[in-house]
């Protein structure tokens, strides 16, 4: 298991780092048979200390948590509860799927970029339709059932899941929609 813990624009001391790698191992050997790796990110907001956390486990899930509190220690001590609880929501039906499945999920590569949001005045009419690339970076996509990709998007608390469909090998889409209920979209292949 890999542990990427670090500080953004603050200094994180041994200790912490000691005590996030040895909460974070013992957690995750309650649910998580083959976690890869974990990063756990601190900074600070005002007064207040934030620590963001990913692990990525075997069976292509990822799960996700951030939190707020005024010392360093109780930001990763919240953190670690709402991982936790995610885990612990999911450990049956993580169990079931790492049962089926043999190899760790495929991924692969695709460009992700952000766009510039556009200024929300009916007045001021757009130089141009075409959109203005803000940041490009690399991005893998999982190759999961649809069960496995609503369950990562769960757990993830992401609105949307571009995902590699194993039954069709086709890019598919799962969201959240308005009325609480998932979306799956599934192109028709083009002949």
Same mark, same amino acid.
């Given at each position: 298991?890999?542990?990427?813990?670090?500080?953004?624009?603050?200094d994180i001391g041994e200790a912490l780092q000691t005590h996030?790698?040895?909460?974070?191992?013992?957690?995750?050997?309650?649910?998580?048979?083959?976690?890869?790796?974990?990063?756990?990110?601190?900074?600070?907001?005002?007064?207040?200390?934030?620590?963001?956390?990913?692990?990525? +486990? /075997?069976? #292509?899930?990822t799960a996700q948590a951030r939190a707020h509190e005024p010392?360093?220690?109780?930001? &990763?001590?919240?953190?670690?509860?709402?991982?936790?609880?995610?885990?612990?929501?999911?450990?049956?039906?993580?169990?079931?799927?790492?049962?089926?499945?043999?190899?760790?999920?495929?991924?692969?590569?695709?460009?992700?970029?952000?766009?510039?949001?556009?200024?929300?005045?009916?007045?001021?009419?757009?130089?141009?339709?075409?959109?203005?690339?803000?940041?490009?970076?690399?991005?893998?996509?999982?190759? +999961? /059932?649809? #069960?496995?990709?609503?369950?990562?998007?769960?757990?993830?608390?992401?609105?949307?899941?571009? &995902?590699?469909?194993?039954?069709?090998?086709?890019?598919?889409?799962?969201?959240?929609?308005?009325d609480g209920n998932i979306g799956w979209i599934d192109p028709?292949?083009?002949?």
């Amino acid at each position: 298991m890999r542990y990427q813990i670090s500080g953004k624009q603050i200094d994180i001391g041994e200790a912490l780092q000691t005590h996030v790698q040895s909460h974070l191992t013992e957690m995750l050997g309650k649910y998580a048979g083959r976690p890869t790796d974990a990063t756990v990110v601190f900074s600070k907001s005002g007064h207040e200390h934030v620590c963001e956390a990913t692990i990525h +486990l /075997s069976t #292509g899930l990822t799960a996700q948590a951030r939190a707020h509190e005024p010392e360093i220690y109780a930001a &990763f001590d919240s953190c670690s509860e709402k991982m936790d609880k995610q885990l612990r929501r999911y450990k049956r039906r993580l169990k079931d799927h790492h049962k089926e499945r043999s190899q760790p999920v495929e991924l692969s590569q695709a460009s992700a970029y952000i766009l510039a949001g556009t200024a929300e005045s009916e007045e001021t009419e757009p130089d141009s339709l075409q959109p203005m690339i803000v940041a490009e970076m690399e991005t893998k996509i999982p190759s +999961l /059932s649809v #069960g496995e990709a609503v369950m990562q998007m769960e757990i993830a608390g992401a609105p949307v899941l571009v &995902f590699r469909n194993e039954g069709n090998k086709g890019i598919n889409v799962v969201y959240k929609r308005d009325d609480g209920n998932i979306g799956w979209i599934d192109p028709a292949e083009s002949t």
